[in-house]
């Protein structure tokens, strides 16, 4: 039998990036391509890349000079560049890196078959076209994760909010949502398949905005309760929510059915109004903190996590004083924190200075991510003595009698293992925690 060409994929970024090359994997799998873990076995190296940050585009150079020395001992590999970063550079990367063969954007991954053809030819080639109607709806992903517990299901692709400092609408391109049928079948399989979590992804899910053959609105609400009622055992979780979009409607479909996990990440960015506007975030300080308002009082036992950006174009001291202030009164359980980095051709580079020095960055960053901690950890603390519902997705590192799993919050908590197994549902009672971690005992 004749052996197959050997795929490897790396991928880079957010959870789209993640579920993007689950569906470049399914593409080429139909093309007659074999996944391989070991890139020294492969033919084809594909880096699935992300431009958020500068430092998030400095890595996968970092990466493209290692793919450049395996391809030094085996010059027939064929190495691609492909999402947010080909989108952004586009024929740039090839002229920049002589390495690269292909260069292919988020929404010209259907196109990768012929490319990957032509550059085993020898011709190199770009395809960035933006798309107004690509789903990969149709797409059945090739799941890449090995837990078989949990997966991401896209329901929408690209942001059409234009937040100044976001490099997201021109890599991603338009806002457009997935038909729910497909998002339907696609986890009614994974739950047949013995999934037991899917976390539907979009770069803002509450403008998922679906219309009929009546031209009959069907909302994110409407969508999530579908997807919960898809079965009791499966849960349901989301991201990423827009605060200026995030409704009472999504709240009341959450309190409605227990399946869908008590977790919101509500990105803020900035508890200053004056930065939000200057951020063109839609909302104010006293709008976001409505939101959270709203959540504690129809969810009450729901997480709430968030992103702050620390650094933007003129944020004062008094800003950042905001910003700590507003993390202090929300309360958050978790934050993914950053220094803003100046994308090109944004807003933000066009018309706002990137005038906060680096040094006042890095010392606004650090007391943002100690203040967190200790949020963080009086989170955990509050889950001492409860008993929480954990679905198991694996051993803890340390050791195999001791398992891993989260609770509906999104926390994680280590376990003894007893006569439990992977995607088993356990009742875990706190006893302790670590910076990370709940640590916990089952209760019958
Ligand atoms: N610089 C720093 N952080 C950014 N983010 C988005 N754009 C930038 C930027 N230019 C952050 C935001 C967003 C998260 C995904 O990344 O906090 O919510
Ligand atoms: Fe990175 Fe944004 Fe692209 Fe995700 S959508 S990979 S975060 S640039």
């Known amino acids: 039998m004749e052996s197959k060409t050997k795929l490897y994929i790396e991928t880079y970024g957010c959870q789209m990036n993640i579920a993007d090359s689950e569906v470049v994997a399914s593409i080429l799998k139909e093309s007659g391509y074999e996944i391989t873990e070991d890139i020294q076995l492969a033919d084809v190296i594909l880096v699935n890349t992300c431009s958020i940050r500068e430092n998030a585009e400095q890595r996968v150079w970092g990466r493209l000079d290692v793919f450049r020395q395996i391809k030094k001992k085996k010059p027939q590999l064929t190495i691609g560049v492909i999402g947010c970063m080909a989108e952004r550079l586009k024929e740039k990367l090839i002229e920049e890196e002589k390495t690269i063969d292909i260069v292919v954007g988020p929404d010209a991954y259907r196109d990768l078959p012929g490319l990957l053809e032509n550059a085993g030819l020898g011709h190199k080639a770009v395809n960035v076209l933006l798309s107004r109607e690509e789903t990969y709806a149709d797409i059945s992903p090739i799941r890449l994760d090995k837990n078989r517990i949990s997966a991401f299901v896209s329901i929408m692709r690209g942001c059409n909010n234009m937040c100044s400092y976001c490099i997201v609408p021109y890599v991603r391109g338009a806002e457009r949502s997935r038909d729910p049928k497909s998002i339907l079948k696609e986890v009614s399989e994974l739950f047949e398949k013995g999934y037991k979590e899917v976390t539907l992804i979009g770069q803002n899910v509450d403008s998922y905005n679906w219309k009929d053959e009546n031209n009959e609105k069907f909302s994110f609400g409407q969508l ?221």
């Not at 963080?376 to 398992?403: I, M, N, Q, T």
């Open 224 to 444: 999530l309760e579908m997807v919960a009622q898809v079965s009791p055992t499966l849960r349901v979780r989301f991201s990423t929510s827009h605060p200026k979009d995030m409704s009472d409607e999504v709240l009341h479909k959450m309190a409605k059915h227990a399946n869908i996990c008590r977790h919101i990440h509500l990105p803020a960015q900035s508890g200053s109004t004056r930065v939000l506007e200057l951020m063109k975030r839609g909302y104010t300080r006293e709008w976001y903190l409505d939101r959270i308002k709203a959540i504690r009082t129809i969810l009450p036992d729901c997480a709430v996590s968030t992103d702050i950006m620390t650094g933007f174009s003129g944020e004062t001291e008094e800003d950042h004083l905001d910003t700590l202030r507003l993390m202090k009164e929300v309360n958050y359980d978790f934050a993914y924190m950053f220094k803003y980095s100046e994308r090109p051709n944004t807003y933000a580079a066009r018309h706002l200075k990137d005038d906060i020095q680096e040094s006042i960055k890095s010392r606004r960053l650090t007391e943002i991510i100690d203040l967190q901690n200790e949020l963080s950890s009086k989170s955990k603390k509050e889950d001492l003595g409860k008993v929480f519902e954990v679905l198991v997705e694996g051993y803890s590192k340390k050791s195999k009698d001791r398992l891993f799993g989260r609770t509906s919050q999104n926390k994680v908590v280590v376990f003894p293992r007893k006569n439990y197994n992977i995607g088993d549902y356990v009742q875990v009672e706190i006893i302790d925690s670590t910076s990370a971690t709940l640590i916990g005992e089952s209760v019958n």
